[in-house]
């Protein structure tokens, strides 16, 4: 799961800060109309969203360019900090992480940063513009504007409820929840994001009471075993699980389920589904109907073959179908978006890619966890880790991107190196 966007609602949020960072970017020359139109040479690679996905195809194709002239690459994100998505539940709870940055994850590699909030891509003209008044030319882009919270799916949801879009709206929730002496939180969404933020805010704030609201059943994609394990978990914070029900309203202070039911809330959590950008669809792109562009097997889009999508901003075909947003999956496609593309720039044909699913790690809090072992398709196996050593297992896989940039940095092929799944994952027509 991605999570740069440009979405209108978070615009005004970062506009002062996108100010002073544009200035002091324009200052030090690293864009403007003029210096773009007068500076175009060699192979412009641009890549937009500096998530798990962007990042990994920024370093790794920067990596393998860096040392051949005729190629530049310059990554495109609204704010200079990166985000580590699958950590927003701890930051919305309060607890503090440690703040990377894009440019110093990009350092040594001679990528450059853009900061700016996308507003248009021209796909025909091969045009991106930077918070309207700024434009940048391309020859391949990489597109990898991730998705964020849907909340259009139900009404006031966009209005009166908090989500973990990005860290600034963490924050806000965090800021709510630290206010509130006493109440109900409700988290609406029952999936694994919904999951681990009420137990992290049950554990970190027992005063409160935490109602986790979902049509499924929290944790029904797993084995029995990790399934009864997760519930316990739940059971033992207090968390108070309601499933096979529908949010169809969400109210000030209470959200409405199907059939009239009024749960009153004094903070409202909102987890369920996901919706990328209008971005591709506006530019003339090939998308799905949810809004994501359809790509051929080497990730380019199939209507704009230079343009190549990755992460939660891609419809990506293997033989279990399409494969859903996650974490374990983002950083792979940038990586293979950036092999294709060196190849394709050494005069070779990209190669197709293939991915498999190997795990589903969820946090109970901070001293507990479920993992859940997966075959390439994501069905779930047999075996699942619970309790500390579920913990060591999740904290390791999931640790700091710094280190794997930083070994993408010396040996790109380091990055390289993924469950391809067999069978599972091979499509027919594939070479």
């Known amino acids: 799961m991605t999570c740069i966007t440009s979405d209108p609602c978070h615009i005004q949020a970062a506009r002062s800060h996108l100010v002073g960072v544009s200035k002091r970017a324009e200052e030090d020359g690293t864009m403007s109309a003029r210096q773009e139109a007068g500076t175009a040479t060699g192979h412009r690679v641009v890549i937009l969203g500096a998530g798990y996905a962007g990042m990994a195809a920024a370093v790794q194709l920067a990596a393998r360019v860096k040392r051949r002239e005729g190629a530049r690459v310059t990554v495109v994100n609204a704010q200079e900090r990166f985000t580590e998505r699958m950590r927003l539940h701890m930051t919305a709870t309060g607890q503090r992480l440690a703040e990377l940055s894009v440019p110093e994850l990009l350092a040594g590699t001679g990528a450059r940063f853009v900061p700016g909030w996308v507003t248009a891509v021209d796909a025909d003209a091969k045009t991106v513009r930077i918070d309207d008044d700024r434009v940048l030319r391309y020859d391949t882009l990489v597109y990898g504007l991730g998705g964020v919270a849907d909340t259009s799916a139900v009404p006031g949801a966009e209005d009166h409820a908090y989500t973990l879009s990005g860290a ?17 939180v409700v988290v609406a969404g029952s999936g694994l994001t ?62 409405e389920l199907a059939g009239g039911e009024h749960i009153v809330a004094d903070a409202i959590l909102w987890t369920s589904g996901t919706r990328v ?23 380019r889009s199939v209507s704009h073959p230079e343009v190549y999508a990755i992460g939660d901003a891609a419809a990506i075909r293997q033989g279990y179908g399409i494969m859903h947003g996650t974490c374990q999956g983002g950083m792979p496609t940038g990586v293979h978006a950036a092999l294709s593309i060196d190849r394709v720039l050494r005069g070779k044909q990209p190669k197709p890619f293939r991915f498999g699913y190997y795990h589903t790690p969820v946090s109970l809090g901070r001293g507990d966890a479920v993992v859940q072992f997966t075959r390439p398709d994501d069905s779930p196996r047999r075996i699942c880790l619970t309790g500390r050593t579920a913990v060591r297992y999740k904290e390791t896989v999931t640790a700091s991107p710094w280190p794997t940039y930083g070994r993408m940095k010396k040996v790109p092929a380091s990055g ?9 994952t091979r499509v027919r027509g594939d070479e």
């Open 416 to 424: 390289a190196f993924w469950p391809r799944g067999g069978r599972f």
């Open 168 to 184: 600034q709206d963490a924050e806000a929730l965090a800021d709510r929840l630290a206010r509130l002496g006493g109440g109900t």
């Open 277 to 299: 950008p209008p971005l591709a669809a506006a530019a003339g792109l090939a998308v799905d109907e949810h809004g994501r562009i359809v790509t051929d097997a080497a990730l």
């Open 194 to 255: 919904g999951i681990e933020s009420a137990a992290e805010i049950a554990e970190r704030h027992p005063r409160l009471s935490v109602v986790l609201l979902g049509r499924a059943e929290p944790g029904a994609a797993m084995n029995p075993k990790a399934t009864s394990y997760l519930r316990a978990a739940l059971d033992r914070l207090g968390v108070q699980v309601r499933a096979g029900v529908e949010v169809v309203k969400v109210l000030p202070d209470a959200v």
